[in-house]
Structure formats: structure tokens, C-alpha cells
């Protein structure tokens, strides 16, 4: 899977459902999802700087662990960050294993607070990460912005074509 796919289910899901959604994620469509979070994940898109890194986009992940464990984990409690701050801080961290196709509550002690925060920036080698579940945010609109010396440049002006001539002229120089 690329952020092309992702680009577009959430663009599918938005259509259907007036444009509740926007996705951090890499600024081409190529991009893998996997790779873009786990080394730094730059936010190339509408919101990035807003919305953090890629490790910030992080919900859950889903992985196999050097004891032949497969686990799904992820924060599931926080407290606000002193000063206010932008984004609350993981206080709590749960996970289950998959016994048989079902998950359950793991027999076995596992370390999931320090695995969480061992993905999310302590290098790699910890096991196969399988899935991850990136958090969505609300739909941020595209603005337009007109100056006097160049009316309609912009996003804005390429998606409606009005670019298109200006366009034509340098690809043919």
C-alpha cells in the first residue's frame, strides 16, 4: 500500500460523507505509508506542520515481536501536557496478542508501553510491524489566494485549469 490508496479512500469516503476527514501523510503518492512514519515523516500535505510527524499520526500497530508474539497496541489513556500544549500526553499503554485469529488479553508479560515508545522513535529491530493505524483529522479546505501582481496562481489556479496555457507554453520551450 502507497498514500496514493490511502489519498484516495479517505478522498472516496469524503465525497459520500461531505469532507469530515484529512490524512497527514506523504507529500507524493508513492510514498509508502510504513516507511514515511517510521523514519520521520515529514508532513508534505495540508496540516503536517500542525499536526506533527509521522510518528504522531500513529493510533495503533499491529506487529510480531521477537518471541514469535502477534500483538495490536496502542495508547489508551492520556493527561493534558503542562502549558497547555497541542496534543495530550500517552500516560497509559494496552495491548492484546492474537490467539488462534482472536485477540485476547496476552498470557505472557508483554512490554507494550516500552514498545510504543520504542517505534515511535527508538530506532528499529523491535519486530514486524504488520499494520498501522494513523489517525485522521478534520478536512482541512483548500484556501485561495489571489495577489495583485498574480491574480489566481496557486493550488487553486492548477486544479481548475486555468493554469493550463501558461503551462503548455514552458513544457514546449
Known amino acids: ?22 490524512v497527514i501523510g506523504g507529500a507524493a503518492a508513492t510514498v509508502s505509508p510504513q516507511g514515511w512514519t517510521w523514519q520521520s515523516g515529514l508532513a508534505g500535505n495540508t496540516g503536517g506542520r500542525a499536526n506533527g510527524f509521522g510518528a504522531d499520526q500513529v493510533l495503533q500497530i499491529e506487529m510480531v515481536i521477537a518471541s514469535g508474539h502477534h500483538i495490536k497496541f496502542g495508547p489508551t489513556e492520556w493527561e493534558e501536557v503542562d502549558g497547555g500544549g497541542a496534543f495530550p500526553k500517552t500516560s497509559k499503554v494496552s495491548g492484546v496478542c492474537n490467539v488462534e485469529g482472536e485477540w485476547k488479553e496476552c498470557d505472557d508479560d508483554i512490554p507494550f508501553e516500552d514498545l510504543w515508545f520504542a517505534m515511535r522513535g527508538g530506532g528499529g529491530g523491535w519486530g514486524i510491524v504488520l499494520a498501522v493505524y494513523l489517525q485522521l483529522h478534520a478536512y482541512a479546505a483548500l484556501e485561495y489566494i489571489e ?27
Open 147 to 173: 495577489t495583485e501582481n498574480c491574480p489566481g496562481l496557486g493550488v487553486a489556479a492548477f486544479l481548475s485549469g486555468s493554469l493550463d496555457p501558461i503551462l503548455s507554453e514552458i513544457a514546449q520551450t
Open 1 to 22: 500500500e502507497n498514500f496514493g490508496e490511502v489519498y484516495l479512500s479517505v478522498r472516496e469516503y469524503n465525497l459520500e460523507n461531505d469532507f469530515p476527514f484529512h
